[in-house]
C-alpha cells in the first residue's frame, strides 16, 4: 500500500477511481450484490421448482381440520372439530412440558450427583461416579428404549393393576390417579397460597436485615414452608375442603375416570433427567473445583460450618464457571425431548413433523416451522441464562 | 478478489441452472440412460415387500417394480429397492429420487391432486381391520369402546380410526408410533388392547409375533384402502407405462396367459393373446417401449394371479384369500381394459 498521505493529493483534480476508501466502497458493494444475488436466485430457483414439483405450496394447510387424535394434551384437542394448526400447539405444549419438567428435575438430580462426587463419604462419590460414567455414556435413545421397554411395558396389564395406597394404580398403560376437582371455594385456597408466599418473602427480607444488624439467625427454610404450607391447608379446613377427587374405576379395557400419566411420558422424562443429570453432575463438579481451596480454608477459620460453607461460599463462586455449560446442557435437553418420536410421545416432532407432515404432504414448511421453533426455544433459554449469568458473574470493584 | 468473483458466478450459474434439466426429459428416458429402475419400497411387510434371506426383494409390490423393469429392460433385477418410511415416500417420489412409488400406498384424493402424483392403478384392494387378543372375548370392533388402540402414525389408518369411533360414538385412546416395527411391539406388549393397520398388513403382522394364534383380525373392515403404484404428475408416457405393466398382468390372467406357458401361447391363433404378446399390432411402441413388453413382463414376473399367490396367496405364509382380488369374471373386482 502506498504510504503518501492522503492530503498531499490534490482533493479536487484525483480521480474517484483512484481513491482506496471510494474502491474500498465499491468492491465491498459488488461483493454484497454478488452474494445477494446468489442467496436470491438459489432461493428463488428452489422455490420455483419445489412448487413445480408441488413439494412445497405454502401454509394453506394450517386451518385444515386434522381428522386424526391425540392422546396426551394439554389443550383440547380432538379429530372432529381441531385443525393442523391445533394439532401443532399440542405437540409444542407436549415438548415444553417434558423439557421443563426435565430442566428443573435433571438441575435437582445433577446438583445432587454433582456434589456427591466430591463427597468425603467413600460410598457415595463412587455411587456418584458410577452413575455418571454410565448414563453418559450410553446413546439417549437406548436409555429412552430401555425406560420404555425393559422397565415400563413389563408392569401388569390393565385388568390386573397394581394398587398403591390412595387410589393410585400402576400398569403397563401408566399410573392412573384420582383427579381432583375443584369446587368454587377452592378459590380461596389458592389466594391463601399466594399469600403465604408474599408472607414467606416478607419474613425473608426482614430476617436479612435483622441478621445484618444484630447477627441473630432464623431458621428461614423452615418458617417459610410452614406458612406456604400450613396457611392454605388452615384455610382448606375452613372453606369446607372444597375438593373432592374423580377415582379411577375398572373398565372393560382401561380404567376410566381419574388422572392418567402416560408410560411414554414417563419414559421419556425419566430417560431425559438422568441422562442431562449425568452431564449436569460434571459441570457442577467442574464448577466447584474451579473455586480454589483457599475460599473454603478461609471460610472454614471464620467458623462456617460445612453446610454454610457449600452454600454461601463455595457455590455462589462456582456458579459462574457452571452456568454456560448448563445453558448447553438446558438446550440438549430440550432438543433432545424430540427422540420422544421413537417411543410414541406425542411431542412437536411426533405429532407435527410425523403426523401433521404426513397427512398434508407439506414437507418443506412442516420441517421449517419446526426448525424455528426449536431455534426460539434456544434462543429464549439462552437468552434467560445469559441474563441470570450476568447477575451472577464476579463484579469487579 | 478477481478470482471469487470467478468463483461465486460459476456457484451462482449451477445453483440457476440445476432443477430445471430434471423437469425437462422424461423419466422413461432417465430410467433407460441410467440402465435401473428406482423404485420407492417399503421398510418391510411380508408379502408386499421385504428382502429374504439372500436379500433379494419379494412380495407383490415388488413384483409391480419388476413387472415394469422386466418390460423396459427385458432383465426383472434392474431394480434397485429404496426403502421409504410412511413419512417421506411422498417427498423422494416428488424429487425424482425414485420413479415409482409402490409400497401399500392408498389412493386418495388429495395424493392424487395436491401433492402433485398420480396413481396408475390398483394392484390390491384393501380395508381396515383390527386385530385383537383371543383372550378378550371380543367379536366386534363396536365392543371396543375405552380400548387402548395401536397405530402407525402418518397414514390413513389413523384417520379411519378416529373417522370410525367418532362415528360409532366410541371412546378411545390412541397411542400412535413412527414406526410398523414400534408399533407392533407396543400391540405385543400390552400397551394397547388392539392393533389396527390394513387387513393384509395385519395378516402380515400377526406371522411375526410371538405366539400368532393368540390373535384375531376382527370381521369389521372400516375403510376402504385401495392399494398401488404412484408417479410423478406430469410425465403421461411413464404413467401409461406403468398403468398398462399391471393391466398386461391382470389381462394375462385373464387370457389363461402363465410364466409356463407364455413360449407356447406365442404360437396362440387368439387375437386377444396376440395383441397382449406383441404377435400382432404395435402396442409396445405406442407406449415407448417394444412390441413384446407383455411378452418380458409374463416371461419374467408372471401374471397378476401368478404374483399373488406367490406372494400372499396360497403359496405364500400369508394365505390370504383373492376375494376382491379375484378378476372380475370371477366376481372380484380386478378389471382391466382390453388391448386393443
Not at chain 1, 389458592?190 to 426482614?206: E, K
Not at chain 1, 416451522?369 to 426460539?376: D, E, G, K, S
Not at chain 2, 423437469?23 to 428382502?51: D, N, W, Y
Not at chain 2, 397382449?276 to 411378452?295: C, F, P, Q, V
Amino acid at each position: 500500500m502506498s504510504t503518501i498521505p492522503t492530503e498531499t493529493v490534490q482533493p479536487g483534480k484525483a480521480s474517484l477511481f483512484y481513491d482506496p476508501r471510494i474502491r474500498g466502497y465499491v468492491y465491498q458493494f459488488a461483493l454484497i450484490a454478488v452474494v445477494g444475488f446468489l442467496i436470491w436466485s438459489a432461493a428463488s430457483n428452489a422455490i420455483e421448482n419445489l412448487r413445480a414439483q408441488k413439494i412445497a405450496s405454502g401454509l394453506g394447510f394450517w386451518h385444515n381440520a386434522a381428522g386424526f387424535d391425540v392422546n396426551q394434551k394439554l389443550i383440547p384437542f380432538s379429530a372432529s372439530g381441531s385443525t393442523y394448526g391445533q394439532a401443532f400447539y399440542v405437540g409444542l405444549l407436549n415438548t415444553l412440558l417434558v423439557a421443563s419438567i426435565g430442566i428443573v428435575l435433571s438441575t435437582f438430580l445433577g446438583f445432587f450427583v454433582g456434589v456427591s462426587r466430591l463427597s468425603s463419604n467413600w460410598v457415595l462419590s463412587k455411587l456418584a461416579m458410577i452413575y455418571v460414567e454410565v448414563i453418559r455414556n450410553l446413546p439417549l435413545l437406548l436409555q429412552l428404549f430401555f425406560w420404555y421397554n425393559a422397565v415400563l411395558k413389563p408392569l401388569p396389564g390393565a385388568r390386573n393393576s397394581i394398587a398403591l395406597p390412595g387410589s393410585i394404580f400402576l400398569n403397563n398403560r401408566g399410573i392412573i390417579m384420582p383427579n381432583p376437582q375443584f369446587a368454587p371455594a377452592f378459590e380461596f385456597v389458592v389466594i391463601a397460597f399466594f399469600v403465604a408466599i408474599v408472607a414467606a418473602i416478607v419474613f425473608y427480607t426482614w430476617s436479612k436485615k435483622q441478621q445484618e444488624r444484630t447477627g441473630t439467625q432464623y431458621p428461614n427454610g423452615s418458617i417459610s414452608l410452614a406458612l406456604i404450607i400450613g396457611l392454605p391447608l388452615v384455610v382448606y379446613f375452613i372453606a369446607g375442603q372444597p375438593l373432592t377427587f374423580d377415582l379411577p374405576q375398572q373398565g372393560t379395557f382401561n380404567l376410566t375416570g381419574g388422572l392418567q400419566i402416560y408410560p411414554e411420558f414417563v419414559a421419556l422424562l425419566i430417560g431425559l433427567t438422568t441422562y442431562t443429570a449425568g452431564f449436569i453432575a460434571e459441570v457442577v463438579r467442574a464448577g466447584i473445583l474451579a473455586v480454589s481451596k483457599g475460599q473454603t480454608e478461609a471460610a472454614n477459620a471464620l467458623g462456617l460450618r460445612a453446610g454454610p460453607t457449600l452454600k454461601l461460599v463455595v457455590i455462589p463462586q462456582a456458579m459462574r464457571v457452571i452456568i454456560p455449560p448448563l445453558t448447553s446442557n438446558y438446550l440438549n435437553l430440550t432438543k433432545n425431548s424430540s427422540l420422544a418420536v421413537a417411543i410414541g410421545y406425542p411431542d412437536l416432532v411426533q405429532v407435527f413433523t410425523g403426523t401433521v407432515l404426513n397427512q398434508t404432504g407439506q414437507a418443506l414448511e412442516v420441517v421449517a416451522i419446526t426448525m424455528a421453533v426449536y431455534l426460539t426455544i434456544s434462543l429464549v433459554t439462552s437468552l434467560f441464562m445469559n441474563i441470570y449469568n450476568k447477575r451472577m458473574a464476579l463484579v469487579e470493584r | 478478489m478477481k478470482k471469487f468473483f470467478a468463483a461465486a458466478l460459476v456457484v451462482a450459474a449451477t445453483a440457476v441452472g440445476v432443477g430445471g434439466a430434471q423437469a425437462q426429459t422424461g423419466t422413461l428416458a432417465q430410467v433407460k440412460s441410467r440402465g435401473i429402475l428406482h423404485c420407492g419400497s417399503g421398510t418391510g411387510l411380508a408379502g408386499f415387500g421385504l428382502p429374504d434371506a439372500q436379500g433379494n426383494w419379494t412380495g407383490i409390490d415388488v413384483d409391480m417394480c419388476r413387472a415394469v423393469a422386466a418390460a423396459i429392460f427385458d432383465d426383472p433385477a434392474k431394480v434397485k429397492f429404496i426403502p421409504l418410511s410412511a413419512k417421506d415416500r411422498f417427498t423422494s417420489l416428488q424429487s425424482g429420487e425414485v420413479d415409482l412409488l409402490s409400497r401399500t400406498t392408498t389412493w386418495t384424493m388429495s395424493r392424487d391432486t395436491s401433492l402433485g402424483l398420480n396413481f396408475a392403478g390398483i394392484n390390491y384392494y384393501d380395508g381396515q381391520g383390527f386385530m385383537v387378543r383371543k383372550k378378550l372375548g371380543i367379536d366386534s370392533v363396536l365392543k371396543l369402546a375405552g380400548a387402548s388402540i395401536c397405530t402407525q402414525q402418518g397414514t390413513t389408518t389413523e384417520l379411519n380410526l378416529a373417522d370410525y369411533f367418532r362415528a360409532n360414538k366410541l371412546k378411545y385412546e390412541v397411542v400412535a408410533f413412527a414406526s410398523n416395527t414400534e408399533t407392533v411391539k407396543a400391540y405385543e406388549s400390552g400397551r394397547c388392547d388392539a392393533f389396527t393397520t390394513d387387513a393384509s398388513g395385519l395378516y402380515a403382522e400377526r406371522l411375526t409375533l410371538s405366539a400368532p394364534a393368540d390373535h384375531i383380525v376382527l370381521p369389521e373392515i372400516i375403510s376402504k384402502e385401495p392399494l398401488g403404484p404412484v408417479v410423478r404428475h406430469g410425465d403421461d408416457v411413464w404413467l401409461d407405462i406403468v398403468k398398462w405393466t399391471h393391466f398386461a398382468m391382470l389381462n394375462a390372467e385373464e387370457l389363461g396367459v402363465t410364466k409356463a406357458n407364455v413360449d407356447e401361447m406365442m404360437k396362440s391363433p387368439n387375437p386377444e393373446i396376440k395383441r397382449l404378446l406383441g404377435t400382432e399390432g404395435k402396442y409396445g411402441e405406442a407406449i415407448g417401449l417394444t412390441n413384446d413388453w407383455a411378452y418380458r413382463i409374463i416371461k419374467h414376473v408372471g401374471n397378476y394371479g401368478e404374483a399373488f399367490e406367490r406372494n400372499i396367496g396360497q403359496g405364500s405364509l400369508l394365505k390370504i384369500a383373492r376375494g376382491q382380488n379375484a378378476l372380475w369374471t370371477k366376481g372380484g373386482l380386478q378389471y382391466a381394459p382390453p388391448i386393443r
